[in-house]
């Protein structure tokens, strides 16, 4: 929570003006969470701004890229281990076939690293 002290009497106040229906919003949204209609409001901005560094762009691109990144270490890993059973069972032929395309992945590093990615 983002909110140090509580409201009261004393504490900051900012003159506010709603769009029409929106007050009567408010008050049927604190009246279901059977709360006054001022802790409703500091309650939803509290949660809007804590979610607001969720929301950051930059942050959103990081987060995909990592989960492509665990994604292809998962795959990768699916490869190396049928690669190995195939050259356990002395199949070398079929463990090429399956390491083959992982060269992409090799070469995609290497192009995502020159160009200053990752």
Known sequence: MIQTKKAGRGSDQFPLRLPD???DTIKAAADVS???MNVEIISRLEASLSNAKLEDPERRD????IRVLLDNEARMKDHFKDALNALARGDAERAQQ???PL???DRQAAEDSSNGVG
């Open 34 to 36: 059977g709360r006054s």
């Open 98 to 100: 399956i390491l083959t």
């Open 21 to 23: 229906g929106m007050r």
């Open 62 to 65: 990081y987060e995909r890229r």
């Open 103 to 105: 060269t992409w992945y």
